[in-house]
C-alpha cells in the first residue's frame, strides 16, 4: 500500500513538473519576437551564377549583343551593357528545367539571318533592330495543359500560361472563353527572346483581346476595327475578308502583302536610303531631314503623328 501511494505521489510530482516547464515555455513563445516575413520579390527564374546554356546565349547573341554592337559601331558610341544577360539566363532556366527545346539548326539560322540584316547603317533607329523571320517561333514548349508555367513559351502549342507574371508562375491552360480576362500581364522569356508569334502559337483568348476581356472573333463579312478581329483573313475596307492582301500602292486598311505596309490607308516599301521622306514610317530606318537614313536617338520627336494622327501644332 505504501508502495503504491508513493507511485502516485511521484507521478503527482512529474505532472505538476511537466506542467509547470510547459507553461514556462508557452509563456517564452508568447514573449518571443514573431518570425521574420520574407518580403523578397524574386523572378520566376532564379538568379543563377553558373554559366548559361550555350544554346541560349548563342541565340540571345544573335538577338541583342550583335544588333547593339553594330548599332553602337554605326553611331560612333561604346557598347552598352544589353539584355544578352537576361536573355541567356532566363532561357538557360527554361532549358533546365526541361520546359522548352531549342534546335541547334534553328539557332544558327536565326545568326545568320541576323547577320545578314544587320549589313550596314541604314536600319539604325532608337528602336529595336528588326527581328528576322528565322529567329520568330524557334523556341518549343514542351510542358502540357494543367503543369506550372513560367512563361507561355514553356506551354505547348495552343495553350497559354494563365495566371503567370515575372514573379508568379501559372497554370498551361486552354484559350479564355469570351468574357474571360485577358492582357495587361508581362511575360520576361517572350520579351528577351522575342519570339513575336507567341500570340498566334499560345492565343491567350478563344477570339481576341478588347479591353481586357476575351472577345468572339469576328466571321467572314462581319464588321472590323482591325485584322486581329478577324476568325480568318483581314479586315478589309470595314469587314473581315479573306481576299488575297493589298500590294505595295493599293489601298489598305491596316495589313499588306510583304514586303509593303499599310502607311496612311496606301501600301508601300519602305524607302531605302537617301530617298525622299516626310514621315519615319516611310523608311527602312529613319526620317531625318527629309531624307531616310539612320537615327541614332531622339526618335520619335515630341509631337510626331503615328499613321493616321494628325500632326500636333
Not at 18 to 32: E, N
Not at 189 to 212: M, N
Request: net charge positive.
Amino acid at each position: 500500500m505504501k508502495t503504491a501511494l508513493l507511485g502516485i505521489a511521484l507521478l503527482s510530482v512529474l505532472a505538476c513538473n511537466r506542467s509547470k516547464t510547459g507553461s514556462s515555455a508557452g509563456s517564452d513563445a508568447a514573449k518571443a519576437p514573431p518570425a521574420a516575413v520574407d518580403h523578397e520579390v524574386r523572378p520566376v527564374y532564379p538568379v543563377d551564377t553558373s554559366p548559361p546554356d550555350a544554346l541560349a546565349q548563342q541565340l540571345c547573341d544573335a538577338l541583342h549583343t550583335l544588333p547593339e554592337g553594330r548599332k553602337a559601331t554605326c553611331c560612333g558610341e561604346t557598347p552598352t551593357m544589353g539584355q544578352a544577360g537576361e536573355c541567356a539566363r532566363n532561357l538557360t532556366g527554361a532549358l533546365k528545367a526541361r520546359a522548352v527545346t531549342l534546335a541547334q539548326a534553328d539557332v544558327a539560322a536565326c545568326a545568320r539571318a541576323s547577320a545578314a540584316a544587320l549589313e550596314g547603317c541604314d536600319w539604325v533607329t532608337p528602336l529595336s533592330a528588326p527581328l528576322p523571320p528565322a529567329c520568330d517561333g524557334i523556341v518549343h514548349g514542351e510542358l502540357a495543359k494543367g503543369a506550372r508555367c513560367r512563361s507561355v513559351l514553356e506551354c505547348k502549342d495552343g495553350l497559354t500560361c494563365r495566371g503567370s507574371s515575372p514573379t508568379q508562375t501559372g497554370v498551361c491552360a486552354d484559350p479564355s472563353p469570351a468574357g474571360g480576362g485577358c492582357g495587361g500581364t508581362a511575360d520576361p522569356l517572350v520579351a528577351y527572346t522575342r519570339q513575336l508569334d507567341r500570340d498566334k502559337r499560345h492565343p491567350e483568348c478563344a477570339g481576341w483581346c478588347e479591353r481586357g476581356r476575351c472577345t468572339p472573333f469576328a466571321g467572314d463579312g462581319q464588321a472590323c476595327r482591325a485584322s486581329k478581329q478577324c476568325a480568318r483573313g483581314h479586315c478589309r475596307s470595314g469587314k473581315c475578308s479573306t481576299s488575297a492582301l493589298p500590294k505595295s500602292t493599293e489601298p489598305c486598311f491596316d495589313v499588306c502583302e510583304a514586303p509593303a505596309a499599310c502607311l496612311a490607308g496606301k501600301c508601300a516599301v519602305a524607302k531605302a536610303t537617301g530617298e525622299a521622306c516626310s514621315s519615319p514610317f516611310e523608311c527602312k530606318a529613319s526620317c531625318v531631314s527629309g531624307k531616310c537614313g539612320m537615327k541614332c536617338s531622339g526618335w520619335p520627336p515630341p509631337g510626331y503623328p503615328y499613321p493616321g494622327q494628325p500632326k500636333k501644332p
